[in-house]
């Protein structure tokens, strides 16, 4: 069997490189691309290598990052460009591989085990031509990683930025990725750090070096998981787009333009974005047993909640009445809310072609119409646009009853 040869790219600073390579007149000056402030999205999603040198961190408030670098140049997102971009990314790297995994926008894992000797000398040059050539054409840089296996590959892109590969190997892994931070190893976020930081774990190769076992009484089977990536051992495939484990989750979220202060505003929000969740559902021909809420407050305080149904759906009013309930059952508003967001989950294939019962209670007659009812809905909003038609309710607030669940009309949903 052939080792092996899986390479992470990874668009540099993306949307801030995308930005920049449309403006020239940008060139070399500190930009952050980041939200409306007026409309509380007041955050920095990306910036340049020019605004890095200051300290600006993707994430932080917008005025935070004015105090860092007085001169910031702020822009607001062009998200159809960055998709465009990414279409365009993935068209290269398909040349050499159909074996590609997207993982986000920017990103992209590909397999290049059985067809990189079509195209060079050697694995490690293949990547280097896909370097430039992304540079060539596209006018953005990449960095990308190359080793035997997907984490080690992501690790690798991550090593060096911008415009460069680096490849990892059994004989460097140890020196180049055992002293970097905990938190660089995927699926290792600030809480697990915090913990892993507590027992005394700081870098990879602490995780690494400790006793499996032990990882597994702190953190119950993802322990395992933390031990054989810190240690590259992964046979995960690159599933490419459109596999059937794609799609593991349809949610949206926003930062409301007011915080909400009371059960009622939260209603309003969520009739939104249950009926998008749903309507996005039925697209894909899903149905979710698992509903899930995230709340943020104006302390910048998140959390999650879920709830499993008693049956699967891809009905907004079933999406409403799980997010409301888990609401009413977690959250006091001792805080008012700055940001609210749900997700279903726990996804299985739809079944409404299922052949029905000659004698249907009155609730089963009443979910198929409810069912008639938001197909009918999804139909109408597909000829007309989404405000063509909406629940009266909404109109009660100007603020919160106008928000646009799908700005632009793009939503990205990766594995």
Partial sequence: MKPRKIFHADINNCFASIEIQHRPELRGLPVAVGGDAEKRHGVILAKSNEAKAFGVQTGEAIWEAKQKCPDLVIVPPHYTLYLQASRAFRAILADYTDLLEPFGLDEMWGDITHSWHLFADSP??????????????????????????????????DYKKPDACTVITKENYRDILWPLSAQDLLGVGRATKAKLNRYGLVTIGDIARTDPALLKSWFHKPGLYLHAYANGRDTSP???AGHETAVKSVGNSVTTPRDLENTRDCLLVFQHYAEVVAERLRELNLQCRTVQISLRD????????????PWPTHLSSEILDASMRLLAANYDFRKPLRSVGIRASNLVPSKHNA??????????IARMRRENLE????D????????AIRRASL??????????????GIVFDFG
Avoid at 298 to 309: A, I, M, S
Avoid at 380 to 386: D, E, N, S, T
Avoid at 402 to 407: C, T
Wanted: aromatic letters at 8%; proline letters at 4%.
């Fill in 375 to 378: 197909f009918a809905v999804d």
């Fill in 355 to 364: 052949q029905l019962s000659l004698f249907q209670s009155e609730a089963e």
């Fill in 395 to 408: 109109l009660s607030d100007r603020q919160l009853g106008n928000l646009n669940p799908l700005p632009e």
């Fill in 298 to 309: 104006n302390g910048l305080t998140r959390f999650e909640r879920q709830l499993t149904l």
């Fill in 238 to 240: 690159v599933r490419p």
């Fill in 124 to 157: 490690e040059t293949l990547v280097d031509e896909i370097r430039t050539r992304v540079h060539r054409e596209l006018g953005i840089t990449v960095s990308i990683g190359l080793a035997d296996n997907k984490i080690f590959a992501k690790l690798g892109s």
């Fill in 380 to 387: 109408i909003r597909r000829r007309y646009g989404r405000f």
